[in-house]
């Protein structure tokens, strides 16, 4: 079976589109969305409905819960905080319940899928260290957890010195960000896992950054600074 697994689209319209054009174009099985469907951009109700149309499972993710229950919206930062409003007042009564609903944690075929990490999936912790990554390998069961967050592709395995998903180990998978990327890249990040030959690929593509900052940039309540940080990859 050959999955694709998005994360963090952040209301990015134009790097979903993309991102589901080059899906479509390889070829897979499923999709599946860690969560952080909305936030940031400009595009909720789009992003909400394209992700209901072609995703097999849909993660919540601490933005879904700012924007759909004001979860953890006080935790966001201030820019985050105005986008969550924003987006809010976009959506339907409809795809607000959508969000709210989403489940936190999804097995499939040997695989968690989670926004953040498997321990406290609402505590909304970022893996930024060896030592935090590894305690997370205690609280899933399968060869390979997903997750998102960060916004930062990686792979990190329970075994010093494994880089790349093979047989033999387990796995935390970082498939980065569809619609705000964070490692001084600005093309859009997502994964490409096979769970029979294990093979893992992180996909980076171009898309029209320009029409996103510019959509952010029309909205009267959308801080400029999240059009900026798009073309910066931060």
Not at 11 to 26: C, P, T, W
Request: hydrophobic share 40%.
């Amino acid at each position: 079976m050959r999955i694709a697994v998005l994360s963090d689209i952040h209301s990015n319209l134009e790097a979903l589109r993309r991102a589901l054009e080059g899906i479509e174009h390889v070829g897979v099985d499923a999709v599946y969305c860690l969560g952080d469907v909305v936030g940031y951009n400009a595009d909720p109700a789009a992003c909400v409905d394209l992700v209901r149309e072609h995703c097999a499972g849909v993660i919540r993710g601490n933005h879904d819960a700012a924007v759909a229950t004001d979860a953890a919206l006080d935790a966001l930062p201030s820019d985050g905080q105005a986008a969550a409003r924003h987006n809010r007042a976009c959506l339907s009564e409809e795809q607000i319940a959508f969000l709210s609903d989403l489940p936190l944690t999804l097995t499939v075929e040997n695989c968690t899928f989670v926004h953040a990490t498997p321990d406290a999936p609402t505590a909304w912790t970022r893996l930024t260290t060896y030592p935090a990554a590894q305690a997370q390998f205690d609280h899933f069961d399968t060869d390979l957890c997903f997750l998102g967050h960060t916004h930062v592709p990686a792979v990190m395995a329970d075994t010093l010195g494994v880089f790349e998903v093979r047989r033999g180990h387990r796995y935390l998978v970082n498939v980065g960000s569809v619609g705000q990327p964070r490692d001084q890249n600005p093309k859009l990040s997502f994964g490409l896992f096979d769970t029979e030959t294990y093979e893992y690929e992180n996909v980076r593509l171009s898309y029209d950054v320009d029409r996103a900052a510019e959509k952010i940039r029309d909205a009267d309540a959308l801080p400029d600074r999240l059009a900026t940080r798009l073309y910066e990859g931060l």
